[in-house]
């Protein structure tokens, strides 16, 4: 079946652009996670979202990252007033959540942001 | 709170050499460990699992044991092949509701024929 799709790919904006990122989680996943990959800090945890419940915006570096995830499928990240540090690449994994120790983690490809 | 240090690389081999490459967390209750594989141009995808103390988790002829003593998860691999070239991410997930994963820095693995 489908995997986990990000969209754009890639992604270049001027600094100070706002940018909005896409996930689409595989179908019937509950969970869905954004993380960071960045050559200064590895590959963070930026967010978490799991059925109606409220998300864990734990991960988040600043105010200015935001996500949503509309009927608990599809879910779009947008950064504010973009910085060179924000460049990275941003991967979204989704998870069914079935109960138990563990439930895999499926990532997509990524979307390489670049701020200019 | 939660942190997982693996080797650092770039780790460079021949073919059908042995590969170790070290990991250690530092965590609270039980986690689970987990090494997952980023070939090149592709995403990450899982490559082995433990999900308690003593359990070994294998998969593509790499393996790893939960050493909870030592607080370790080294994956080893008898014989690397070429096809086995690309990033080594150790990661752990705490017990709990939001089970987001904690990644280690990356380890670059290159098999030369």
């Known amino acids: 079946g489908a995997g986990v799709s990000q969209s754009p790919s890639n992604k270049v904006t001027e600094k100070g652009k706002d940018v909005e990122l896409r996930c689409d989680p595989i179908s019937g996943h509950t969970a869905l996670y954004w993380y960071r990959q960045s050559l200064g800090q590895g590959l963070e945890f930026l967010i978490y979202f799991q059925g109606n419940s409220a998300p864990d915006k734990s991960g988040l570096p600043s105010d200015r990252f935001s996500a949503e995830r509309t009927g608990g499928s599809v879910s779009t990240l947008t950064i504010q007033r973009t910085q060179q540090e924000d460049s990275a690449v941003y991967l979204c994994?989704?998870?069914?959540?079935?109960?138990?120790?563990?439930?895999?983690?499926?990532f997509g490809p990524g979307t390489r942001l670049t701020v200019l | 709170g939660n942190s997982v240090t693996q080797m650092e690389g770039p780790v460079t081999l021949s073919e059908e050499a042995f590969l170790t490459i070290n990991c250690t967390y530092t965590?609270?209750?039980?986690?689970?460990l987990f090494w997952y594989v980023q070939y090149p141009g592709e995403g990450l995808q899982l490559l082995l699992k433990?999900?308690?103390?003593?359990d070994k988790g294998s998969n593509k002829g790499f393996e790893a044991t939960y050493r909870k003593e030592t607080t370790s998860f080294h994956l080893e691999k008898g014989s690397v092949q070429v096809s086995d070239s690309a990033v080594y991410f150790c990661?752990?997930?705490?017990?709990?509701?939001?089970?987001?994963?904690?990644f280690g820095s990356g380890t670059q693995l290159t098999v030369l024929p």
């Open positions: 433990a999900t308690k103390a003593d």
């Open positions: 990661a752990l997930s705490r017990s709990g509701s939001a089970r987001q994963l904690t």
């Open positions: 994994a989704s998870s069914p959540m079935r109960g138990g120790a563990y439930n895999e983690q499926f």
């Open positions: 965590a609270t209750g039980y986690p689970s």
